[in-house]
């Protein structure tokens, strides 16, 4: 659970982004009637309709190609961001998923299947890249297309999954209990670029109390068109617990979707 959901933007890697092609006049429209306006030659019988083309969605390897071109750089984060290796291909292989669009998603919390990663794992291709800072953060962005992107549903269902895992605990892969809390506050409304999914921030505690607060993560989800971007940010320390700040990653976010409008456009 908790691997996936890190992994999409929360602090786990899975591929993961969003709307369907509109198309033009079907080719094999029904042919024109062939009456003329008055004064005018009807058209002979031979002479074949025009019609549209409608427009193909790209191949998953043509959408991977896209991401990684369009991936963000350490350089266009800050001076304090390094990146950590290679931007990854998340589908390297560039097979169709053919996922089942009513079928269970993975947990976001323990015994909660979720209908939004669900949403996000369908994905035929995505990337990632890692950044960090000298100090231990950490920033992990993810790229995806989906087929079909609605912004709405998609906030609904994340809302949803915020709302039953409030809290919970997790095993660490040391064997040892840690205590998580979902924060969904000073959400911002709008982005700069696309259209605002969610955010939430993950703190996690080393009570059952949720007393001894130990370090924190914030993870915001936005779309535009086919495109989807999620920003994760890790911290060891938190200023303010409960009450998280989501403006640092709506400005990278903003920076990815911009590049991504070009790459998509």
Known sequence: MVGLRNALGGALVVCALVTACSGGEPAGAPPSSGVGEPGTTSPQASEAPSSTPTPSTPSPADDA??????????????????????????NPDHKPRNADPSAKGP??????????????????????????????????VNTFTLDAADPAAMGTALANDLKACDKFKVKTSSGSTIYEALVSKNVPKTIAGGEMVGAYASEFYLDKNYKKFTNAGRTLYAVNGRAVVSVTYNSTKDSDPGDPDFSPLADVASKQLAKLAVAFG
Request: proline letters at 3%; one cysteine or more; hydrophobic letters at 35%.
């Open 107 to 140: 947990d976001f919390c323990p015994g909660h299947p979720s209908e939004f990663l669900a949403t996000l794992y369908s994905t035929d291709a995505g990337a990632l890249g890692s950044f960090s800072t000298k100090s231990g953060d950490s920033l992990t």
């Open 65 to 90: 190609a896209a991401l990684l071109k369009s991936f963000l750089t350490a350089k266009e984060l800050g001076k304090k961001w390094k990146a950590e290796g290679k931007v990854q291909d998340l």
